[in-house]
């Protein structure tokens, strides 16, 4: 009997909302081209979590699904190997968009406080979305309509618990003495709590059977979220608060590091450094380190001349243009370090003609905290990265977005830095913060959560006294 070859073939099936495809990693085999809509699952179904070929796009979100060619460097050509003509075309295209970001944030920057703090929370907004329509799944959706509610819903408690912590307690002196928010500010906290509670409640409400393991997962998806990018960038918001310098210092290590490391990459890069991120280098990484300990030492001393750049938040309207004045941090005060007598030596011997004595040499102590920041931003802050390409990989995406040419989504170029913001906050907090003492907020706080109407009365008219007898006129 003639036997007979039964033909397969395997046809994308389109989907409704649109043609895009992605390519499957398949491991020792050519990745084959399947769409996105070919509902290949590789989880239980109804489990909730989006699996490779289950993410599908939503109108409105920017996520671009790419192929991926393998889940290591082999097969993955670099930088410095790529063709002339794509290469150079490629780094155009990110060289003028890195620009452009470059001067959109100085312009943010030197608007003042206000407008970086909400340039941060609007960045935060665009991150959290992009992460969290990963796991989004419109057909669950349309069946499940309360789902993406509690997505937001959760991010505004959250975001109203940590942004009016920081409020409060940077502005104690108006919160304490307005009507309406003194309430606002004394139960803070119980407010924030029934505001969670209302959305456990609401999500337990609206639990529907057949579909408990895909909402809990979604539970858990939006949590998760919340602690990696809100959490964290919440403590990019209280950097401002110290300082810009604690907050333009180290997005610009992070900067410098990247782009330090895209160009020894591109010129000279051989060695693949990590699996996850295959067309990063060790050339790369080491060329990068050298060049941001360099930029870091003398960025900080420049900055350190600007009371703008290190004085604290006392109020929103102040810009580059206020002519904000304080009592600087000591690491922002110039000093004079002694030279050990065996390199002063040396010195004064190879350089006879400079006419210097090298006993003494000076540079800010912010220039020392510097180099710290600088190995951070350079050798733990890009594991914040590579943290970001092993999510990618899992879902088989190339990027978060496509909303920045030649450089992906916003969490793209954010992963980092939600990382180096933490590490800054706790490095300033553990080395560097000041006692501030007794202030007029801490009193006011006091005053008004203990003593009562005839005892505030009583204090105010004995502060009076007390000002007359100093020959003070109110």
């Known amino acids: 009997m003639a036997k007979h070859k039964r033909k397969t073939s395997t046809q994308a099936t389109p989907q409704s909302g649109g043609s895009d495809t992605s390519a499957d990693t398949v491991p020792n085999s050519t990745a084959p081209t399947v769409t996105i809509g070919h509902k290949r699952r590789l989880t239980p179904p109804g489990s909730g979590i989006p699996t490779p070929t289950d993410v ?15 889940d290591g460097p082999s097969g993955v050509v670099l930088l ?25 944030f100085l312009g943010i920057l030197l608007a003042g406080h206000a407008y970086v703090v909400l340039f941060v929370v609007v960045l935060q907004v665009l991150v959290y979305k992009e992460v969290i329509y990963i796991g989004v799944s419109p057909a669950r959706d349309r069946k499940l309509p309360w789902n993406r509610f509690f997505h937001w819903y959760f991010l505004m408690a959250t975001n109203y618990f940590l942004y009016g912590e920081t409020l409060i307690e940077r502005f104690k002196p108006y919160f304490y003495v307005d ?31 057949g579909h408990y393991k895909f909402q809990f997962s979604q539970f858990g998806w939006t949590h998760m979220v919340l602690l990696i990018v809100v959490c964290q960038s919440h403590f990019i ?10 907050f333009l210092l180290p997005a610009a290590l992070v900067i410098c590091n990247d782009i330090a490391a895209y160009v020894f990459g591109f010129f000279f890069g051989r060695t693949p450094l990590i699996a996850l991120s295959p067309k990063k280098t060790w050339e790369g990484f080491l060329g990068a380190l050298f060049s941001t300990v360099v930029f870091g030492w003398f960025f900080s001393g420049y900055l350190s001349q600007f ?17 904000i004045q304080c009592v600087p941090n000591p690491v922002f005060v110039l000093k004079d370090y002694r030279l050990p007598p065996m390199l002063s030596g040396l010195l004064r011997f190879v350089l006879p003609f400079a006419g210097v004595p090298f006993r003494t040499v000076s540079f800010y102590p912010m220039q020392l905290h510097s180099l710290a920041m600088a190995i951070f931003a350079s050798v733990v802050a ?3 990265g590579f943290f970001a390409s092993g999510f990618k990989r899992a879902f088989k995406i190339k990027d978060f977005g496509d909303s920045i040419p030649g450089h992906g989504g916003i969490t793209d170029r954010m ?60």
């Open 307 to 323: 009371p703008y750049m290190y004085c604290p938040v006392r109020d929103f309207k102040t810009s580059s243009l206020s002519g």
């Open 382 to 384: 890009p594991f914040g």
């Open 56 to 70: 599908t796009p939503v109108p409105g979100t920017p996520v671009e699904r790419r192929p991926v060619k393998s």
């Open 237 to 246: 918001i209280n950097n401002i608060f110290e300082g810009l310098i604690w």
């Open 80 to 104: 410095a190997d790529e063709s002339s003509s794509k290469k150079w075309r490629n780094a155009a295209v990110r060289t003028l968009w890195t620009f452009v970001m470059i001067f959109a």
């Open 179 to 209: 009507a309406f928010l003194m309430p606002l500010a004394t139960h803070h906290r119980f407010i924030s709590f029934c505001l969670y509670t209302l959305g456990v409640v609401l999500f337990v409400i609206n639990l529907k059977k």
């Open 415 to 474: 992963d980092c830095q939600f990382l180096m913001g933490l590490f800054s906050y706790m490095y300033f907090k553990s080395f560097i913060g000041a006692y501030e003492g007794v202030t007029v907020g801490s009193v006011l706080e006091l005053a008004v959560q203990s003593l009562k109407e005839a005892e505030l009365v009583e204090l105010v008219g004995k502060l009076r006294e007390f000002l007359d007898g100093q020959g003070i006129e109110l």
